[in-house]
């Protein structure tokens, strides 16, 4: 807005950068420009001010689908007064001279015209879109049609407009019909979640099974090896018993074949002293075989005298020596073959 400063002839106007200001006197531009800052006279001055800086419009408005479906559309068109002078011919940006304010509400006449110029490619475009696609693929394509519109459109062209940005925020649907489609796209969700979770269940169960199986070969593996290390036990005690029954046996055998050997040395021995003993007493008999009978009588008294016990006292009565002479006579007898 501009400020103007109040003199009792003149006035002074003075502003900033981003507004164009033009100043006609008598039907002919005596100055124009931005930021500009003057002295002019109210009662004859014509001062116009034009917006240079980028002004954003919001745009809401409702479109039909080819489903006959209602949407809202929200967006957005950034624009710019490129051509300030030709705009100042085409819209009323009068201000007063006095207060500085613009005469009409131009901004207005603009956000019309821009609101009106969007709205019609974008109620033609969703016009041939489903509700889905609309909803689900609808903002870009929307808003490069407006885009691409509203660039080569006459009106704004010949008011010194032009577009610098367009920006759709939203298409949506009634709430109720929102919620009617989210029921489907829930079921889905819901639906991948329930299958994610069997899944995951199914491959929970899976590996448990995995883990049950390798327990369970484990355990086989392990009753196995214990089969083994009994028979090889059982095998190592067989041969340790039959290893010991082979010592024992050996050694009975070695012991019987000691006995026997000793048993053998011994009757060997005594069978040569018997044979010698026997030898001896036959050359002793044949030795006595020629000897008188008086001196076979005195060597049994000195053998038998021999094997007596020690005797100090010895007395020999008449009977006892009767006794004897006559079994003496008696043998000799019998020797000679006498009665």
Do not use: C
Not at 246 to 254: C, P
Not at 299 to 313: D, R, T, W
């Amino acid at each position: 807005m501009a400020e103007i400063t109040r003199q009792p002839f003149v006035n002074h106007l003075r502003t900033n950068t981003t507004m164009y200001v033009q100043h006609v006197q008598n039907g002919r531009v005596r100055r124009a420009g931005a930021g500009l800052a003057f002295w002019f006279r109210p009662g004859t001055a014509a001062l116009t001010e034009v917006p240079l800086d980028d002004r954003e419009q919001p745009l809401l408005f409702r479109a039909r689908t080819a489903d006959f479906q209602e949407v809202a559309v929200q967006a957005t068109v950034t624009y710019r007064v490129v051509d300030p002078a030709l705009a100042a011919t085409r819209v009323d940006f009068g201000i007063s001279p006095v207060t500085g304010l613009w005469n009409g509400d131009p901004l207005a006449v603009l956000s019309g015209l821009l609101t009106e110029l969007a709205q019609q490619p974008a109620l033609e475009l969703l016009a041939t879109m489903t509700l889905t696609d609309a909803l689900a693929r609808g903002i870009r394509p929307v808003a490069d049609r407006i885009a691409a519109t509203l660039a080569v459109d006459p009106r704004l062209v010949e008011r010194g407009l032009g577009i610098t940005d367009v920006r759709v925020v939203g298409i949506r649907a009634d709430a109720e019909l929102e919620r009617a489609l989210q029921i489907d796209t829930r079921e889905r969700v819901q639906q991948e979640a329930d299958r994610a979770t069997y899944e995951r269940r199914a491959l929970a169960v899976q590996r448990e099974r995995a883990i049950a199986e390798n327990e369970l070969a484990n355990q086989i593996e392990l009753a196995r090896r214990e089969q083994q290390l009994v028979t090889q036990r059982g095998q190592n005690e067989r041969m340790r018993a039959t290893e010991e029954a082979e010592a024992t046996r050996i050694q009975t055998v070695a012991a019987a074949n000691r006995q026997r050997t000793e048993a053998e040395a011994e009757a060997a021995a005594t069978r040569m002293v018997g044979e010698a003993q026997a030898a001896a007493e036959a050359a002793q008999l044949n030795a006595y075989a020629d000897l008188e009978q008086a001196t076979l009588l005195g060597l049994a008294l000195k053998e038998l005298a021999g094997n007596f016990p020690q005797i100090n006292n010895l007395t020999v009565t008449p009977d006892l020596l009767t006794q004897l002479l006559t079994r003496v006579l008696a043998g000799e007898g019998a020797d000679t073959g006498l009665g």
